[in-house]
Every structure is written in structure tokens, then in C-alpha cells.
């Protein structure tokens, strides 16, 4: 397993127990990282993904409201609402890979850590997130141009 896999499979389980507790968010990093022997790069990554979904998370709750049609963002499972953050955030702020990359790796996650219909649920979800996001981009591309 990659070292990208497993800073996102950290960063998935770092978000979901801030779910029930954000109060201490360094030391529940730190924590975790340090018990799970992460090396160097994986906690570099893991810690900036995570701060970035905390610093931007009522944007991208909303842009992920915008793309899934029939489900609230409080009524999706934890875990599956925690992948989406994570993958929207890469999408949308840390444009180091491509969309396709990214969806495909939150569906193999959505498969090991939730269920198959979870998977399906969160490429629908990412997939539309994506088709705007390249429609946004080429408007604005075309605003930019004229």
C-alpha cells in the first residue's frame, strides 16, 4: 500500500473520531499518528490533509450538499461523509492529482472501510462534484478570456 493510501486511511480514521470529539485536535492527531507508527511523509501528509478539511469543512460540506441531490450531509454515515470531505478537499484545494485518481481511491476506501453501495453512493457523489467543478473551471476560463 502507497504511502498517499495510507495517510488518506489515517487521515479517514483521524476525522472520524473528531466526529465525537474535536476539542483537542493536535493531540488527537498526534496521538493517533504516534500509536500507528506513521512515518515522516505519511504524518506530513495525513496532518495537512486534515487541517486543510478542518479549515475549509463548511465550504466543502456545502459544495458536497450541492452534488448529492436526495441526501443531507447530516443524514450520510459517518465514514462515508468523512471520504467525500476528504476527496472533495483534494479536488478542490490540493490539485496535486487528478480527479479520476482521487475518486478511485475513495471508492477503494468507501470499499474497505463501508460497504459497496457506499462506494457507488460516493462516486455519484464525487463524480457530479467533479462535472461542476470542470464546468465552473472552463467559465471561468472563458470569463478570464475575454
Known amino acids: 500500500m502507497g504511502k498517499r493510501r495510507k495517510a488518506r486511511e489515517s487521515t479517514l480514521q483521524i476525522l ?3 466526529e ?5 485536535l493536535d493531540k ?14 505519511e504524518k506530513e501528509l495525513c496532518t495537512r490533509l486534515i487541517g ?15 452534488a448529492s441531490q436526495h441526501w443531507r450531509i447530516s443524514r450520510m ?6 471520504i467525500l470531505r476528504m476527496a472533495a478537499y483534494e479536488m478542490l484545494y490540493d490539485k496535486d492529482l487528478a480527479p479520476a485518481i482521487i ?9 474497505k ?15 457530479a462534484l467533479n462535472k461542476k467543478k470542470a464546468k ?9 478570456n475575454e
Not at 488527537?28 to 511523509?41: G, H, M, P, R, V
Not at 486543510?52 to 450541492?66: L, P, R, T
Request: proline letters at 0%; a negative charge.
Open 77 to 82: 454515515a459517518i465514514v462515508d461523509k468523512n
Open 113 to 127: 472501510y463501508s460497504s459497496e453501495q457506499s462506494a457507488t453512493f460516493i462516486n455519484g457523489i464525487l463524480d
Open 52 to 66: 486543510g478539511i478542518v479549515a475549509n469543512q463548511a465550504e466543502i460540506d456545502k459544495i458536497i450538499q450541492s
Open 20 to 24: 465525537f470529539d474535536d476539542s483537542q
Open 136 to 144: 465552473d473551471d472552463k467559465a471561468l476560463k472563458e470569463v478570464k
Open 103 to 111: 475518486i478511485n481511491e475513495a471508492i477503494e476506501i468507501a470499499k
Open 16 to 18: 472520524f473520531q473528531l
Open 28 to 41: 488527537t492527531i498526534s496521538q493517533f499518528l504516534e500509536n500507528k507508527k506513521a512515518d515522516k511523509e
